[in-house]
């Protein structure tokens, strides 16, 4: 059983800010400190240019370097590590399978089926694919309970169906989509599967080969990792399909005037120098992550997300986005009557940190039929004080707006 | 840390709750929209100016406390002002909000700058100053556009 308290320990964050309620790790996730020391002791000991030089100290930023893709590849058991490509992010991953995959293989009257819990990451991409290709978006329902909705979206697959992009844990409602279930359907009408894993890496066991994706991305940041670093898998014979996206040093092999001979995945998708300490950092974030382990992370914060509901639900006035059968570490809410804004800047005020907005999913606000929510989202170093600290505050809110 | 009573006064509450000269305008000489996208907002102010005078305001659009509540005291003071007189009260308003130095009113207008301050308090919440603002950032581009106003964004 985790203790968050005990883990605070290992977050400088919560001596610097004493008091403070941190309920935003779907946001970004705190930095333990082995990463934040790690990354400097790199930068004193081990920092050069990768790829690049003879002498030692290259090679040893470059071994470290590609041991992160390593630790990467069996953090998702990927099959190769030539399967883990690093990017910015994972807003980078899906606009670097958008432009690539897409510009080779989206056609006219071809379709991408999305879900309707699409962070704008995993949508807006794929709606610019679609305007460059001539192909048709095609969005996926989740029901009145959150759940998505697995017979609807059978329905709407077709042999048109080139591409199949969903999150893997919804950043709005916390549902958990029936990955395994929506890569079988999709690829039994031969579509490939990107799934957005930015919420589920942090915080449950991921292996890309029991879910069969032919890509899965996340973000190092909401995994404890440093930000400007993220993973893009993709099933190698899908990657050595694709062509490059960015160019630059780093991806080629051959270069004259006349034309360039490119690099195999992954250096085909890696131009330029890359944020090598972040993978190094990275790296680090798994090895913090496997330390606790992923199933104990998950239970952790599967009882805590049970606790959070128990006692929202008992708040008068409190409305509680539906998060389906499965719900992990996200729950939004409303106060009848009082704007989001308000309410985090109530919150705020009790030391309370949470995420007020949108979350980067407008199609769904209106779905939802609210302007934003409130959103709690936990991490390793929650525990039950934090959520009744929420509920306290919450409470204070709510008498401030009717008095 | 400041009480956030300072920010919730009674006044903003009641004007958040119960917004004045909330509804769509028949026959407006003026409008503008205003959205902040961070938080998805959305105001529109109507204007009927009858020369050089504000014949009428109101607003309509869903928002925070602060935004309603800016939306509806804006409206009661600005109604049968000029608009000369109108843009002094604006440039002293948002000096103030946003920590500049702010320039005197006339003293024909000090009682309607009075009735604006339970707004100031948001000075104190960098993050929610832009609420306060919107919709005199919205009247401002009504005046400049008439019917045709372009929307204005926060961001």
């Known amino acids: 059983m985790i203790d968050g308290r005990a883990l605070r320990r290992e977050f400088p964050v919560f001596e610097h800010n004493p008091g403070l309620v941190f309920l935003d790790s779907g946001a970004s996730a705190q930095k333990p400190r082995a990463v934040i020391d790690g990354i400097a002791e790199f930068y004193r000991g081990d920092y050069a240019n990768v790829h690049r030089g003879v002498y030692k100290l290259s090679a040893r930023s470059t071994d470290l370097f590609e041991e992160a893709r390593v630790a990467v590849r069996d953090f998702l058991n990927a099959a190769d590590e030539c399967e883990i490509v690093f990017v910015r992010g994972a807003t980078e991953g899906i606009n670097l399978v958008s432009y690539s995959w897409g510009g080779a293989f989206l056609r006219a009257g071809d379709e991408v089926v999305i879900s309707d819990v699409e962070h704008h990451s995993n949508l807006v991409p794929w709606q610019m694919a679609c305007q460059r290709a001539g192909a048709k978006l095609v969005v996926a329902p989740t029901d009145e309970t959150g759940e998505f909705d697995l017979g609807a979206f059978e329905a709407l697959l077709s042999r048109r169906t080139r591409m199949v992009a969903v999150t893997h844990v919804s950043n709005v409602t916390g549902t958990v989509l029936p990955v395994e279930n929506i890569v079988r359907l999709a690829h039994e009408v031969g579509a490939k599967v990107l799934i957005d894993g930015c919420q589920a890496v942090p915080r449950m066991p991921v292996d890309v080969q029991a879910i069969d994706c032919d890509f899965y991305v996340f973000s190092g940041h909401k995994a404890y990792g440093p930000t400007g670093t993220g993973v893009l898998y993709g099933r190698r014979d899908v990657l050595e399909a694709m062509p490059p996206w960015q160019a630059g040093g780093g991806m080629i092999t051959s270069v004259e005037y006349a034309g360039t001979e490119f690099q195999e995945p992954p250096h085909r998708f890696e131009a330029g120098t890359p944020d090598i300490a972040g993978a190094v950092g990275l790296r680090l974030a798994i090895g913090f992550i496997e330390g606790i382990g992923r199933g104990a992370i998950q239970e952790h914060e599967a009882a805590l997300t049970d606790y959070g509901v128990d006692v929202l639900s008992r708040i008068p006035d409190l409305r509680l986005v539906p998060g389906g059968q499965r719900r992990l570490s996200i729950l939004s809410f409303n106060l009848d009557g009082v704007h989001p804004h308000d309410v985090g800047t109530v919150l705020d005020q009790h030391e309370v940190a949470v995420r007020v907005g949108h979350h980067c999913a407008q199609p769904l606000m209106d779905r939802l039929g609210v302007a934003g929510t409130v959103r709690a989202s936990f991490g390793i170093y929650n525990d039950r004080d934090d959520i009744d600290r929420l509920a306290a505050a919450v409470e204070a809110c709510r008498e401030m707006f009717s008095r | 840390m400041m009480d956030l009573r300072e920010l919730y006064q009674d006044i903003i ?117 832009k609420c306060a603002t919107l919709p005199w950032h919205a009247f401002e581009a009504a005046l400049k556009g008439g019917l045709a106003g372009d929307p204005v964004k926060t961001e």
């Open chain 2, 13 to 129: 509450l009641d004007h958040g709750r119960r917004p004045r000269n909330f509804r769509v305008l028949e026959h407006p000489t003026h409008l503008a929209k205003g959205h902040n996208p961070l938080c998805g907002d959305r105001v529109t102010v109507y204007l009927a100016l009858d020369g050089d005078r504000i014949a009428d305001v109101s607003f309509d659009g869903r928002g925070c406390a602060i935004s309603t509540a800016a939306a509806s005291l804006m409206t009661e003071v600005l109604k049968g002002k000029t608009v000369a007189e109108a843009q002094a009260l604006f440039a002293r308003f948002h000096a103030e909000v946003t920590g500049g130095d702010p320039p005197a009113v006339p003293d024909s207008l000090a009682d309607d700058a009075e009735r604006l301050e339970p707004l100031i308090g948001v000075k104190a919440y960098p993050m929610r100053v």
